[in-house]
């Protein structure tokens, strides 16, 4: 391909943008550096030195986002760090860099964060500010979804339970991209022949399901919402979901008190 070939030819232009004094400058020469695996040896450490002093949140996601592309496990302890990063932005960046780069134990407290924070900003997805990430044209929701889906074949059950408090902390219209996620998770690709007992369904599988019947009353409102649970042969209507759900414990009662959620996570209510 001749463009590819000509725009590969400036790569060791494109690294020295790096350090522009311009942020967009910047994160535009990390995102095509992304898109050149053949010349990762040069990219990766340009890229590494920007993160070392970059300041802007959606600059230094890029970067991380970019390198995680680019590089591979031998990676990760250069990445995980960024975990802790008082940005939400950078710590989604760093959980997507490290599933990027195979870096994520999950049976590990830093894999069990990353999962968090990919759970999280597909509930909630960060605002970057300026000058932007421009990865998946800017939808880190759709980013983060696409990393948990990478992660299913790997590690199904702490998925799901990502994804289960990424729901949990959701609010209209996050939780349409969320529930998506965990009825995958929960049910397969394909809507089952026969609607699971819900007494056959694994500890996991029963509290997303607790949690979806959970969910806010204004999403049911939404046509797609209910439409999308009958995909999967689940009852379209809170009710019937509640109904299929059973109570939480003999203590529950209707109405709010149902099931409620607390610290991202659900407990029975009282």
Do not use: I, N
């Not at 040069?42 to 030195?49: C, I, S």
């Not at 889906?149 to 729901?167: N, S």
């Not at 209910?226 to 042969?233: A, D, N, V, Y």
């Amino acid at each position: 391909m001749p463009a590819y070939d000509a725009v590969r030819r400036e790569v060791p232009g494109l690294c020295g943008l790096l350090h522009d004094r311009d942020p967009s400058v910047r994160a535009a020469a990390a995102h095509l550096l992304a898109w050149f695996p053949e010349e990762a040896a040069h990219a990766l450490p340009g890229l590494l030195r920007l993160l070392d002093h970059e300041a802007l949140p959606a600059v230094a996601a890029t970067a991380l986002v970019a390198a995680g592309l680019l590089g591979d496990a031998a990676l990760a302890g250069r990445l995980k760090p960024f975990l802790a990063a008082e940005e939400q932005t950078v710590r989604w960046a760093a959980a997507t860099a490290l599933v990027r780069v195979r870096g994520m134990d999950v049976e590990t407290a830093v894999g069990a964060v990353a999962l968090g924070e990919l759970a999280a900003a597909e509930a909630e997805p960060p605002e970057p500010g300026p000058p932007g990430v421009p990865f998946h044209e800017g939808g880190l929701r759709g980013y983060a979804t696409a990393c948990l889906t990478e992660l299913t074949d790997l590690y199904p059950t702490e998925t799901l339970d990502a994804v289960t408090d990424g729901l949990a902390a959701a609010s209209v219209p996050a939780h349409f991209a969320v529930a998506r996620a965990g009825l995958r998770l929960a049910f397969g690709p394909e809507r089952p022949g026969v609607l699971p007992v819900f007494g056959d369904l694994d500890p996991r599988e029963q509290r997303f399901v607790r949690v979806l019947a959970s969910v806010e009353e204004d999403a049911w409102r939404w046509t797609g919402f209910p439409e999308m649970l009958r995909t999967w042969g689940l009852p379209g209507s809170r009710e019937g979901l509640r109904a299929y759900a059973g109570p939480p414990d003999t203590r529950a009662r209707s109405g709010r008190g149902w099931w409620v959620r607390a610290a991202g996570r659900c407990r029975p209510g009282s």
